[in-house]
């Protein structure tokens, strides 16, 4: 008897645990393989292992894992060491449908629930293959973007209470691999930026961890990106001169101790922050902002009429802002770096390879340099040390064979 969906959905609330960002997103099959090639055959081969995807959406990752799993086990075996969980029964059911179509079965791990609230029978654990929602939301917001930026980090913090071996995660780079340097509890074996392949929009890495203690503490010798020119211009870690607040600020017009008088709201075109620059009060001390000194500000929205010079501190909602402090007290330094925005082609050119959302907040993700050495913007700094086909490669937008990881 084949179920009704329709008159399923009807009578099952299903929770808006869902946003633009990860209503449909499906993870780029070619990124999985690469991924699952960062465990050894040992594991893959060893029939003990459970291994699971706790926000399965749409399927892609089980049918890459069915795959893999084929390689070295039967058909049930697979049936009964695959498990799948989601929260969503509307996507459930579509993944369902083409796991039995797969296997020949009904009776599959799948289960419709809330990973977070989730407990595995037994104790058990698996081994963790899983998108991690980014940013989802439980209320709905205007233009349904809006969320929890920690929702992906939620998800690595329960995959880790049943985990295994191996966890392979894809996640957003900035906050993703910041907790990947700082913890020190599991050991990173591979980080792959994404960068060598145009396979996806999403500003993702993903990385793969081993259930044991951390010993390696320079992840860039975990990157598995084929390009070294990447590699001469983005950094692991956040350029030094690089401050951010991803989300609104909470007081804008502090009254007591540590009160500072900063930028609270930049000028825009766009949604609440219309209008010009607008100055507040905050309390310094719990507040994060970018201290007085030449800086380069914007917001991460990428609006153009956002783009300031100042010396003044600042603390606006959902800004990037690049201090040119380190480079002595002026405010050219800080012009020139706004010009490097506008007009540098090489900073677009990663832009797109790391598919950071505008030239403001590829900032974050490049090696520092001497910003006195630029005149219009459009040239190249001297630290990342590029040779003159290097550069033209990135211009020209193409890849090299030769440093491109797909096999
Ligand atoms: C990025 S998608 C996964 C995409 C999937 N890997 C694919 O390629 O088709 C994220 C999924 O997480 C699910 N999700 C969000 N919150 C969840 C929660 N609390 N528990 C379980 N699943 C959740 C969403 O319903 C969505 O299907």
Redesign the pocket.
């Known amino acids: 008897m084949s179920t009704n969906i329709q008159a399923l959905l009807k009578l099952i609330k299903i929770p808006k ?2 946003t633009k960002a ?1 209503k449909d ?3 780029p099959r070619s990124s999985i393989i690469n991924s699952f090639a960062t465990i050894p055959e040992s594991e893959w081969k060893n029939s003990n292992k459970y291994w699971a ?9 089980p049918l890459a894992l069915i795959n893999k799993l084929r390689e070295y086990h039967s058909d049930e075996w697979i049936i009964d060491h695959l498990w799948v ?4 029964l509307e ?1 459930l059911y579509s993944t369902r449908k083409f796991m039995e179509r797969e296997l020949g079965t009904s009776k599959l791990n799948i289960i419709c ?4 609230t989730w407990s595995p029978p037994k104790g058990m654990k698996f081994n963790v293959v899983m ?1 991690g ?1 980014w940013n ?1 939301t439980t209320t709905s917001t205007s233009n349904g973007t809006s969320g929890d930026v920690n929702a992906w980090k939620k998800f690595y913090d329960q995959g880790l209470k049943m985990l295994d071996m191996y966890f392979i995660m894809w996640g957003p780079k900035g906050g993703f691999l910041k907790m990947l340097r700082t913890q020190s509890n599991n050991e990173v074996i591979a980080i792959d930026l994404m960068t060598d392949e145009y396979y996806w929009d999403k500003n993702a890495c993903v990385a793969t961890i081993k259930n044991v203690k951390k010993i390696t503490t320079d992840l860039n010798t975990v990157v598995t990106d084929k390009c070294p020119i990447i590699k001469c211009i983005s950094i692991m870690e956040d350029n030094p001169n690089w401050t951010e607040i991803n989300g609104n600020i909470s007081v804008n017009n502090y009254k007591g101790p540590n009160s500072t008088r900063v930028i609270t709201k930049l000028n825009s075109v766009k949604g609440k922050n219309k209008g010009p620059i607008e100055y507040g009060t905050i309390n310094s001390k719990t507040q994060k902002l970018a201290p007085k000194g030449p800086k380069f500000v914007g917001t991460l929205q990428e609006s153009v009429p956002s783009y300031l010079v100042t010396n003044d501190p600042v603390a606006a909602p959902f800004m990037g802002t690049y201090s040119t402090a380190k480079y002595g007290d002026d405010i050219e330094n800080a012009r020139k770096i706004q010009l490097f925005v506008k007009n540098n082609p090489l900073l677009k050119a990663i832009q797109k390879r790391l598919k950071t959302k505008g030239p403001t907040w590829t900032l974050r993700h490049i090696r520092d340099f001497d910003p006195s050495q630029l005149k219009d913007g459009t040239e190249i700094p001297k630290e990342w040390n590029l040779s003159p086909d290097e550069v033209s490669m990135l211009l020209n937008n193409t890849l090299d064979h030769s440093c491109v990881s797909i096999v």
């Open positions: 645990y869902r990860t997103e499906r993870t995807d706790f926000a399965v959406g749409r399927g892609s990752i969980l989601d929260i969503d996507v629930a809330d990973f977070l998108n929602p989802i």
